[in-house]
């Protein structure tokens, strides 16, 4: 397999991570990969706001869980669940959760990736950005976590101290650090794949 391949295939959603920090050349490594990626009409929509604090990142994650919190009891118990299983996504065996920052899991280094609020494929440009900076990042011995919670960050009180301009809005948060758990893989659902021969 390549080494492409084999950093595809061994990336995993880490939530639970060792009190390291990472480096400045490192972060900055995974960032340039994310502005490798393509983007619509070569717009490279994207920026990038950077947290290493210690107490900024838990104090972010906790506003950002009651402001997740708030805006699912606003939007109804169905969405509630709704919400959670599709930010989740997946079986997260709650060990592997840290009690103290249920959003950034202890993560040393938080990157929010905003885009335009005008540009309508934003949401494709910075999931391609954020695949390849989870990709540079666990080839650099990195772990990553994409957090979609991380987008209620603008309903915090602490949001004005990113200085984001107001034409941008956060899309996602990206964690980075040293993982110390190893989540199993996640089975890939199969037969979604359909090869068209018309006429045959
Ligand atoms: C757009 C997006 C948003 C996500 N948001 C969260 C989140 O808020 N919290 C979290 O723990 N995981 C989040 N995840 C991670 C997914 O749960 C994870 O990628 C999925 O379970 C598959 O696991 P794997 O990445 O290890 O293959 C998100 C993933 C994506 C792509």
Known sequence: MSETLQ???QRR???KYKPMPVNHELIMQVIDAGRMAPSAM???PWSFYVLTEKTDIQAFSK??????VREIIRSGVKKVVKTFLDVLRAPIGFGHISEKDFV???APVVIFITAPKDNEWASLDIGMCCGNMMLAAKSLGLDSCPVGFGKFV???KSYPSLRIPPEERVMIALILGY?????????RRK??????SPGT
């Open 104 to 106: 950034f899991y202890g």
């Open 191 to 196: 037969g979604n794949v359909f090869f068209i």
């Open 13 to 15: 959603a880490v939530r």
């Open 7 to 9: 950093t595809i295939y």
């Open 42 to 44: 070569n717009k490279q």
């Open 154 to 156: 603008d309903q915090t």
């Open 179 to 187: 993982g110390d758990d190893e989540p199993e893989m996640h089975e």
């Open 63 to 68: 506003q950002i869980a009651r402001a997740g």
